[in-house]
């Protein structure tokens, strides 16, 4: 299922009415309290805040880039890729937050404990899944950035990963085909999700687990319906952004080649980075590895990283525009 940019901002603008409604409605006029502390307008806008500012994690936006670019070449409208990507991660994130709510003491008491069976589990499984999905996706496209850069001339190019037959040729090959529809990054945002060892994740859940204490479960979950209509939104006007921008880079290639492998060039160089780091980190944390540079890259702090992205892509895109429109443009 493939949503237009229009389709998009409905759905992320319903969501945000169905928050901030259930909130006004159920939460607000009950005025839960204990002692001192007030569930009000506070929490709400922090749980809110906490989607939108986990909607720019690096990995977010480099799986909703490099997918986009993908997915432009192939023919497809990318605009819902940030969408479903981030109603997966939700997925997860409802889930746990029900369970947190609900009482079941055995997962609240593992949430934020370093030792606990949960956090060793995520501090794997996130970023193992998020960096093997980036470097797939940025081969995949460095094979199309190598197609537009040296073009063929008739002879037929093969598909990511053909010509190498190893493992990783295949992983690479299987990612790529796999992944030939928006809404198959629900899934992929699924998977993201199950590793919720993030900061802002965290944090949710540690002040839903207060909240189910002040009220019943179903106003509690107003917690993490607004942290989804956060991350939804972001992710779905990045998406938006991102598909406009590599469409028209990708309109008449004879013309415009050198401003597509500009902004594909971008999307490779961040998802490599992003992936390399986050398995440096599984290498140090979790492994033991104590070679240098690994541990060097595996330091690397990537907290801001995701805006830098957006901040460099949307400037790579504009530029590229404006040289566009310059009158020698067309010579190009």
Same mark, same amino acid.
């Given at each position: 299922?493939?949503?237009?940019a229009?389709g998009?901002?409905?759905?992320?603008?319903?969501?945000?009415?169905?928050?901030?409604?259930?909130?006004?409605v159920?939460?607000?006029?009950?005025?839960y309290?204990?002692?001192?502390?007030?569930?009000?307008?506070?929490?709400?806008?922090?749980?809110f805040?906490?989607?939108?500012?986990?909607a720019?994690?690096?990995d977010?936006?480099?799986?909703?880039?490099?997918?986009?670019r993908?997915?432009?070449?192939?023919?497809?409208?990318?605009s819902?890729?940030?969408?479903?990507?981030?109603?997966?991660?939700?997925?997860?994130?409802?889930?746990?937050?029900?369970?947190?709510?609900?009482?079941?003491?055995?997962?609240t008491s593992?949430?934020?404990?370093?030792?606990?069976?949960?956090?060793v589990?995520?501090?794997v499984?996130?970023?193992?899944?998020?960096?093997?999905?980036?470097?797939?996706?940025?081969?995949?496209?460095?094979?199309?950035?190598?197609?537009?850069?040296?073009?063929?001339?008739?002879?037929?190019?093969?598909g990511?990963?053909?010509?190498?037959?190893?493992?990783?040729?295949?992983?690479?090959?299987r990612?790529?085909?796999?992944?030939?529809?928006?809404?198959?990054?629900?899934?992929?945002?699924?998977?993201?999700?199950?590793?919720?060892?993030?900061?802002?994740?965290?944090?949710?859940?540690?002040?839903?687990?207060?909240?189910?204490i002040?009220?019943?479960?179903?106003? +509690?979950? /107003? !917690?993490?319906?607004? $942290? &989804?209509?956060?991350? =939804? %939104?972001?992710d779905g006007l990045? *998406?938006? @952004?991102?598909?406009?921008?590599?469409?028209?880079?990708?309109?008449?290639?004879?013309?415009?080649?050198?401003?597509?492998a500009?902004?594909?060039?971008?999307?490779i160089?961040?998802?490599?980075?992003v992936?390399?780091?986050?398995?440096?980190?599984?290498?140090?944390?979790?492994?033991?590895?104590?070679?240098?540079?690994?541990?060097?890259?595996?330091?690397?702090?990537?907290?801001s990283?995701?805006?830098?992205?957006? +901040?460099? /892509? !949307?400037?790579?895109? $504009? &530029?590229?525009?404006? =040289? %566009?429109?310059?009158?020698?443009? *067309?010579? @190009?």
């Open positions: 299922m493939s949503l237009s229009r998009v901002l409905l759905v992320a603008g319903a969501l945000l009415l169905a928050g901030w409604m259930l909130f006004a159920v939460v607000a006029p009950a005025d309290r204990t002692g001192t502390s007030t569930f009000g307008i506070g929490l709400a806008v922090t749980a805040v906490l989607g939108m500012r986990h720019f994690d690096a977010h936006i480099a799986a909703i880039d490099t997918t986009s993908k997915l432009v070449d192939d023919g497809d409208d990318p819902s890729v940030g969408l479903w990507f981030a109603l997966g991660h939700s997925t997860v994130v409802l889930v746990a937050v029900g369970v947190v709510t609900a009482g079941v003491g055995a997962l593992q949430i934020g404990a370093e030792d606990s069976p949960l956090t589990f995520t501090g499984w996130g970023p193992t899944v998020s960096s093997v999905f980036l470097l797939a996706m940025a081969t995949a496209n460095l094979v199309i950035l190598v197609r537009l850069v040296r073009p063929a001339h008739g002879r037929p190019q093969p990511p990963g053909v010509a190498g037959g190893g493992p990783v040729s295949l992983l690479i090959a990612t790529s085909a796999t992944l030939d529809a928006p809404w198959k990054m629900f899934v992929v945002g699924l998977l993201f999700g199950l590793g919720f060892d993030t900061a802002s994740t965290i944090t949710l859940l540690l002040i839903a687990g207060g909240a189910g002040l009220m019943p479960w179903y106003a +509690a979950m /107003v !917690l993490p319906l607004l $942290f &989804t209509a956060g991350m =939804v %939104a972001c990045n *998406s938006i @952004v991102t598909a406009r921008l590599y469409r028209w880079s990708a309109d008449r290639p004879e013309r415009r080649r050198g401003y597509n500009a902004l594909l060039s971008v999307s160089a961040v998802a490599f980075i992936g390399t780091v986050g398995l440096c980190g599984v290498l140090v944390d979790s492994a033991g590895v104590q070679w240098p540079p690994v541990q060097a890259v595996a330091a690397t702090n990537l907290d990283f995701g805006l830098i992205i957006v +901040a460099a /892509v !949307l400037v790579t895109g $504009f &530029t590229s525009w404006l =040289v %566009a429109r310059w009158p020698r443009a *067309s010579a @190009v």
